[in-house]
């Protein structure tokens, strides 16, 4: 058994964290023979509801969880953690203009990116959750210059995740069978989710379901997902959402398989034309803890307009969200 590592989960009275803090808590992200110090961090006003989590921690009896410390100070929650889940962010309200939240977020984002660079381990894995996600990783990484930019990413997962069961269910088989399909661009509805080099059963996606379908009801349906469950549940995916988040950090701590990829949003090192200096998801390959953007995938004309809308969407919220952290 290793010495624990520090891990803190933010937001963590919220509903995703409730679903993600038993997953992470049980041993199926760090490995079953990792032990942990769980660190929550939520706001002040709900102190009282994290305590109510944290007694659940501990009538959970999980044998890897060594310590659980709530709090409101980043300083506390950040101190020598090795990942960082940031799920706690500020939510789109009736009436609130997509300007606002950007700015609401832009703030929680870069107190959060100071109290990594000031006391997180610099080889910290952070995954952004809370919208919206590429750039609030962006804006954290940006106020966090200690710790290497490939150490902040965030989450397009869950895109992944129902792209993949959308194909399966398509094609009645499991979703085990269904590989490398691939989300390009941004956590939102302009993200293009790609099944153009997608397996199932080891045979092109492409040759098994109709190119009409690949273009419009499956971009669609997975564009549009995260609404149609808010939609039926009356609240946002929180399940599914901490089981990427899972998915997500595990794959970055343990590697992918080879030749399978996984999609991820990074920092764009300019691959496949796509500006640098943007949260863009690309497909990646992990290896040491290390992802590399997997290269020389073919992009048809069809795909390369989905990922320049995206594209301009990404650099639209980047301006916005500087201008917020220059004052203006
Ligand atoms: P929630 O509202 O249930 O919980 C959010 C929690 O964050 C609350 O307890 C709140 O007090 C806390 N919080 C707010 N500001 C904070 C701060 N400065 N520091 C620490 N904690 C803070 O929301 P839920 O459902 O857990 O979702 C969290 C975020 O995840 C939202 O932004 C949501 O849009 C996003 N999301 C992202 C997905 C993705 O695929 N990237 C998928 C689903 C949700």
């Given at each position: 058994?290793?010495?624990?590592i520090?891990?803190?989960?933010?937001?963590?009275?919220?509903?995703?964290?409730?679903?993600?803090?038993?997953?992470?808590?049980?041993?199926?992200?760090?490995g079953?023979?990792?032990?942990?110090?769980?660190?929550?961090?939520?706001?002040?006003?709900?102190?009282?509801?994290?305590?109510?989590?944290?007694?659940?921690?501990?009538?959970?009896?999980?044998?890897?969880?060594?310590?659980?410390?709530?709090?409101?100070?980043?300083a506390?929650?950040?101190?020598?953690?090795?990942?960082?889940?940031?799920v706690?962010?500020?939510?789109?309200?009736?009436?609130?203009?997509?300007?606002?939240?950007?700015?609401?977020?832009?703030?929680?984002?870069?107190?959060?990116?100071?109290?990594?660079?000031?006391?997180?381990?610099?080889?910290?894995?952070?995954?952004?959750?809370?919208n919206?996600?590429?750039?609030?990783?962006?804006?954290?990484?940006?106020?966090?210059?200690?710790?290497?930019?490939?150490?902040?990413?965030?989450?397009?997962?869950?895109?992944?995740?129902r792209?993949?069961?959308?194909?399966?269910q398509?094609?009645?088989?499991?979703i085990?069978?269904?590989?490398?399909?691939?989300?390009?661009?941004?956590?939102?509805?302009t993200?293009?989710?790609?099944?153009?080099?997608g397996?199932?059963?080891?045979?092109?996606?492409?040759?098994?379901?109709?190119?009409?379908?690949?273009?419009?009801?499956?971009?669609?349906?997975?564009?549009?997902?995260?609404?149609?469950?808010i939609?039926?549940?009356?609240?946002?995916?929180?399940?599914?959402?901490?089981?990427?988040?899972?998915?997500?950090?595990?794959?970055?701590?343990h590697?992918?398989?080879?030749?399978?990829?996984?999609?991820?949003?990074?920092?764009?090192?300019?691959?496949?034309?796509?500006?640098?200096?943007?949260?863009?998801?690309?497909?990646?390959?992990?290896?040491n803890?290390?992802?590399?953007?997997?290269?020389?995938?073919?992009?048809?004309?069809?795909?390369?307009?989905?990922?320049?809308?995206?594209?301009?969407?990404?650099?639209?919220?980047?301006?916005?969200?500087?201008?917020?952290?220059?004052?203006?």
């Amino acid at each position: 058994m290793s010495e624990p590592i520090r891990v803190v989960v933010t937001g963590a009275a919220g509903q995703i964290a409730y679903s993600l803090l038993y997953i992470i808590a049980n041993g199926e992200v760090f490995g079953k023979d990792q032990k942990l110090v769980l660190t929550l961090l939520d706001i002040p006003p709900m102190m009282g509801v994290l305590e109510g989590v944290v007694m659940e921690l501990h009538d959970c009896a999980f044998p890897l969880l060594t310590e659980v410390i709530p709090t409101a100070d980043p300083a506390v929650a950040f101190k020598d953690v090795s990942a960082a889940f940031l799920v706690g962010a500020m939510p789109r309200r009736e009436g609130m203009e997509r300007k606002d939240l950007l700015s609401a977020n832009v703030k929680i984002f870069k107190v959060q990116g100071e109290a990594l660079n000031n006391h997180a381990k610099k080889d910290v894995k952070v995954l952004v959750v809370g919208n919206p996600a590429n750039t609030n990783a962006l804006i954290c990484s940006h106020f966090a210059p200690s710790i290497p930019k490939e150490n902040f990413t965030a989450m397009t997962r869950l895109d992944q995740n129902r792209a993949r069961a959308q194909i399966a269910q398509r094609l009645g088989t499991d979703i085990s069978n269904v590989k490398n399909l691939i989300i390009w661009g941004n956590h939102s509805a302009t993200q293009y989710p790609d099944a153009a080099n997608g397996t199932a059963n080891g045979k092109p996606v492409t040759d098994l379901v109709e190119a009409s379908y690949l273009q419009s009801d499956f971009v669609t349906t997975v564009q549009k997902r995260g609404a149609a469950v808010i939609a039926a549940r009356k609240m946002s995916s929180a399940m599914s959402a901490a089981k990427a988040a899972a998915d997500h950090i595990r794959d970055w701590w343990h590697g992918t398989e080879s030749g399978r990829f996984v999609s991820m949003g990074v920092v764009s090192d300019g691959s496949y034309g796509i500006p640098k200096d943007i949260v863009f998801s690309f497909p990646v390959e992990i290896k040491n803890k290390q992802w590399k953007i997997v290269q020389g995938l073919k992009l048809d004309s069809f795909a390369r307009s989905k990922l320049d809308i995206t594209t301009k969407e990404l650099l639209e919220e980047k301006e916005e969200a500087m201008a917020v952290c220059n004052g203006n």
